[in-house]
Nanobody, 123 residues
């Protein structure tokens, strides 16, 4: 199994910046994409950013131009650089890994999740 360990959350003022990190460890990776999701109180979990093994990225419209997702394959780590933070960005941020596991002659999809890290944007 894969373990995802997040770091970098905290309290920042509006307009500030944070960088979240998510390190993957364990065995049986099979991960082909990683992403960041967030969930604010009273709201559904939403995709913030996603990056594939080939480097393709996509972002939620609400963060496009402010957030950047990147990865370091050698470190098995994905990052989320957040700039010009707004109070609306306040949420628990979760690291996600999308995997396809070979089992016999078939592929089995599997999602891995981090424990979540709190990001609070407030003055």
């Amino acid at each position: 199994q894969v373990q995802l360990v997040e770091s970098g959350g905290g309290l920042v003022q509006p307009g500030g910046s944070l960088r979240l990190s998510c390190a993957a460890s364990g065995s049986n990776f099979g991960i082909y994409a990683m992403g960041w999701y967030r969930q604010a109180p009273g709201k559904q979990r939403e995709l913030v950013a996603r990056i594939t093994n080939s480097g393709n990225t996509n972002y939620a419209d609400s963060v496009k131009g402010r957030f950047t997702i990147s990865k370091d394959n050698a470190k098995n780590t994905v990052y989320l650089s957040m700039n010009k933070l707004k109070p609306e960005d306040t949420a628990v941020y979760y690291c996600n890994g999308e995997a396809a596991i070979v089992s016999g002659t078939e592929l089995t999809p599997r999602d891995y999740w981090g424990q979540g890290t709190q990001v609070t944007v407030s003055s």
